[in-house]
């Protein structure tokens, strides 16, 4: 899993369409520029009016994905939120990006009514997964949620080169 596999789904993903978490408005349709939640970054609303009347619902998420980034920046910067370093700090930082991928997933399902109203919050989800995979290729639940997110979404050549990546890892990822 390399460098260049995330530029490749970053720009991928550049062109997905936008749309109003509140509203459902395609924002791609409007002329004025889509707002993005500040704090979360995954959402995106047509007016102040939408993300005011959408907050109650957001705001629970938002601050657990606020709150999880954070975490997991500091347990890379840091070793842990403890200092602690090794093994422990590792499985800390692991378990902070999965929660992390996994909250953005859930904020998907809750604030969306179709897959292509949602394909960019699924997207959002699918890159913090990407980045667990790079510090462990085989982080049990990851490869599950990509393949699974990138069958969904379409894009089946890379849900196939995942599954070949996983029933056949490079030695050195085997066992980790």
């Keep these: 899993m390399s460098g260049s596999f995330s530029l490749h789904l970053t720009e991928l993903f550049k062109d997905t369409q936008k749309y109003c978490v509140a509203c459902r408005q395609d924002l791609s349709a409007t002329s004025t520029q889509p707002l993005r939640c500040s704090r979360c970054k995954v959402v995106h609303y047509c007016s102040r009016e939408c993300q005011k009347s959408n907050f109650s619902l957001h705001k629970s998420c938002c601050k657990r994905i606020s709150n999880l980034r954070q975490q997991a920046a500091n347990a890379l910067l840091l070793g842990g939120e403890d200092g602690a370093v090794g093994m422990d700090a590792d499985n800390k930082m692991k378990s902070c990006q999965y929660d992390l ?24 989800a699918l890159l913090e997964y990407y980045k667990l995979l790079r510090q462990d290729p085989l982080w049990i639940g990851a490869c599950e949620s990509v393949v ?21 890892p490079p030695p050195s990822t085997k066992g980790g």
């Design 101 to 124: 991928a996994d909250t953005i997933l859930h904020l998907g399902y809750k604030s969306t009514d179709t897959i292509e109203r949602g394909k960019y919050i699924y997207e959002c």
């Design 148 to 168: 699974l997110l990138l069958s969904v979404l379409g894009y089946d050549d890379l849900c196939f080169s995942l599954i070949r990546f996983m029933l056949h």
